[in-house]
Structure formats: structure tokens, C-alpha cells
């Protein structure tokens, strides 16, 4: 006889902005043995940075996946999955001068990654999990969980603990990418153009794409405890495989340590089949807290 399904998870949802996107829900783990590593497994949907079809609850079906995981389950504290302000959607057009402000999609670059850094940090703040948690991010997602970590803040973004607002930011033991996207210009040009709609959208003329695209910004990946873990499905019909490749490359180059990278190149099903239709996520955060509870 098949085992009972388990118990639904508490799940609660968190505004940490004003506006409607900016919230972030939460799913608790009832974990009485506190003996073991657990960590938070924080997930970051994609959807092109426009889609609003494509919430936080996208993360569902990979946390009832990762829960019948018997090794995965004993190492998570708590599941969360992040809202972010989204760019304009051509199929969901809002008439700005009707829709009040906290509804309105307008967002352009850094806005979408400024609202990543706050649900961490609100996340942080209420339940100190300190850095022990895990990014996972899809898609869009996989790219704003690496732009987390771009050093240079001249070409790039913020991040760096000496810069101003972040001295109290506990970045994460492990980042996933799954299908990312991390060369624009690249990934836009083998698809013939066909993505610089959504692409301006999110980070206006091509002229900057580079600088905000997470294999091609300036400055340099340093090598640190942090693993990063590169994700893909050969099946992927949307995001190809140079995308996971070129930045697992670059990487490397920057860091020259080998062993921070943990590349999965044979993920299953086409793009979204990863978190809708299989356990590709779960997968990947299995194999990410196997990893991290091995070597430390
Ligand atoms: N459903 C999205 C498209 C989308 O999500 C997408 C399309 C091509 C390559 C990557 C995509 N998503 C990445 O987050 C849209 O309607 O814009």
C-alpha cells in the first residue's frame, strides 16, 4: 500500500513591501529535532520577469516533491517563496492612470532583485536562520539569485557587505540556478531576437544588458565557501544548455575553485516541466543539501 501523503505544511503569507507583489509565502517545517543541519530553502519563480501568471506558489509542487525526499526533509527548516515587482506584460496590459501604484507591473531593473534582497533580509530578520538557507531560483529567478552575488558596483549592482544597506545582508551557504538565464545578448541572439521584448522590458536598452547579465558583468566571482550549483534539462525548449555552461565557465575562471561548482547538466523536461511536472527542483536541492552537509 502506498505510504499517506504527508500533513499539509503551515503556510503564511508575508508582505514586505507595499506593493501587492512584494510579499513572500511561508511554509513551516514542524521540526522538533533540532539536532540536525537544516537549512531554509528559498525560492525564486521565473516567468521572464513579467509573467503574472507565475507566483510564488509555483514552488508547490517541488515542495511536496522535496518533502517525499526522505534525506531533504530531515535537513529543511522551512520552505519560502518570493513575490517581486514585475515589468509590463504586452498580454496584460493595466492602464497606469487607473491602477493604483501598489498593482501597478511597471518594474524595471534593479527593482525586481532590490526586492529579492528585501524578502531575504525580511525573512532573516524574523527568523534568524543566519546563513543557513539555500537560494533556488527558475528561469529569471536563477538569474537574480546570481546578480545577488555580482561584485562590481560600478558596472553591476549593490551587493558587497561593505556597501551601504547591506553590512547586515547574511548571504546564502548554496545558490541554485535551474534553466537560468545569464548571457542576455547571447541566449537573445540564438533565439533570433525573439526574447528582447521581455528583455527590455526588465532592463530597458540592449546597450546595458551586459552589464547586468550575471556571465557577462564587470568585476569578478570571487572564491569563497558558498556553493554554486548550475542546473539544466537537455529538454529545455526556452533556455539552452550554453546558458548553464558559459556560466559554470565563468565561474571557474573567476574564482578558480573547482570545487564551489556543482554542475547538473541532465535535468528532465522542457522548461517549465522542472518545477510543474517533475521532481528536476527537488533534485536539485536534495543533491545541493547532500553536498553541503557532506563536506561541512
Ligand atoms: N511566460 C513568459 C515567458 C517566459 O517565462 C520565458 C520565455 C522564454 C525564456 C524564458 C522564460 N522565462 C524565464 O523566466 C511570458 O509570458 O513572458
Known amino acids: 500500500m502506498a505510504e499517506p501523503p504527508p500533513p499539509p505544511l503551515p503556510y503564511a503569507v508575508y508582505q514586505y513591501g507595499s506593493h501587492e507583489l512584494q510579499r513572500v509565502g511561508v511554509w513551516d517545517v514542524d521540526s522538533v529535532d533540532s539536532e540536525r543541519q537544516r537549512y531554509w530553502i528559498i525560492y525564486i519563480h521565473g516567468g521572464a520577469w513579467r509573467d503574472p501568471r507565475i507566483t510564488h506558489r509555483t514552488f508547490e509542487p517541488s515542495i511536496a516533491r522535496i518533502r517525499d525526499d526522505a534525506f531533504a526533509s530531515t535537513h529543511v527548516a522551512a520552505f519560502a517563496s518570493v513575490d517581486y515587482r514585475l515589468s509590463p506584460h504586452p498580454d496584460f496590459p493595466q492602464d497606469p492612470a487607473a491602477t493604483p501604484p501598489d498593482r501597478y507591473r511597471g518594474a524595471r531593473h534593479p527593482d525586481h532583485l532590490d526586492d529579492i534582497y528585501s524578502a531575504v533580509r525580511y525573512l532573516q530578520n524574523k527568523f534568524g536562520f543566519g546563513d543557513k538557507y539555500i537560494l533556488v531560483?527558475?528561469?529569471?529567478?536563477?538569474?537574480?539569485?546570481?546578480?545577488?552575488?555580482?561584485?562590481?558596483?560600478?558596472?553591476?549592482?549593490?551587493?558587497?557587505?561593505?556597501?551601504?544597506?547591506?553590512?547586515?545582508?547574511?548571504?546564502?551557504?548554496?545558490?541554485?540556478?535551474?534553466?537560468?538565464?545569464?548571457?542576455?545578448?547571447?541566449?537573445?541572439?540564438?533565439?533570433?531576437?525573439?526574447?528582447a521584448g521581455f528583455l527590455t522590458s526588465a532592463f530597458g536598452d540592449p546597450?546595458?544588458?551586459?552589464?547586468?547579465?550575471?556571465?557577462?558583468?564587470?568585476?569578478?566571482?570571487?572564491?569563497?565557501?558558498?556553493?554554486?550549483?548550475?542546473?539544466?534539462?537537455?529538454?529545455?525548449?526556452?533556455?539552452?544548455?550554453?546558458?548553464?555552461?558559459?556560466?559554470?565557465?565563468?565561474?571557474?575562471?573567476?574564482?578558480?575553485?573547482?570545487?564551489?561548482?556543482?554542475?547538473?547538466?541532465?535535468?528532465?523536461?522542457?522548461?517549465?516541466?522542472v518545477w510543474q511536472n517533475n521532481d528536476s527542483v527537488a533534485r536539485v536541492v536534495s543533491q545541493t543539501l547532500r553536498y553541503i552537509v557532506e563536506v561541512s
Open 137 to 195: 531560483g527558475h528561469s529569471a529567478g536563477a538569474t537574480m539569485a546570481y546578480q545577488m552575488i555580482m561584485t562590481d558596483k560600478d558596472t553591476g549592482l549593490r551587493r558587497n557587505n561593505q556597501l551601504d544597506g547591506f553590512s547586515d545582508f547574511v548571504f546564502p551557504t548554496a545558490l541554485c540556478g535551474v534553466e537560468g538565464i545569464y548571457d542576455f545578448h547571447g541566449l537573445n541572439d540564438r533565439v533570433n531576437g525573439d526574447y
Open 207 to 273: 546597450a546595458g544588458w551586459d552589464k547586468a547579465a550575471p556571465m557577462k558583468c564587470g568585476g569578478t566571482y570571487p572564491a569563497s565557501d558558498q556553493l554554486w550549483v548550475l542546473a539544466h534539462s537537455p529538454e529545455d525548449e526556452l533556455v539552452d544548455m550554453p546558458e548553464t555552461e558559459g556560466m559554470a565557465q565563468r565561474l571557474l575562471k573567476d574564482s578558480g575553485n573547482e570545487r564551489q561548482i556543482l554542475l547538473i547538466k541532465d535535468l528532465k523536461g522542457k522548461h517549465d516541466d
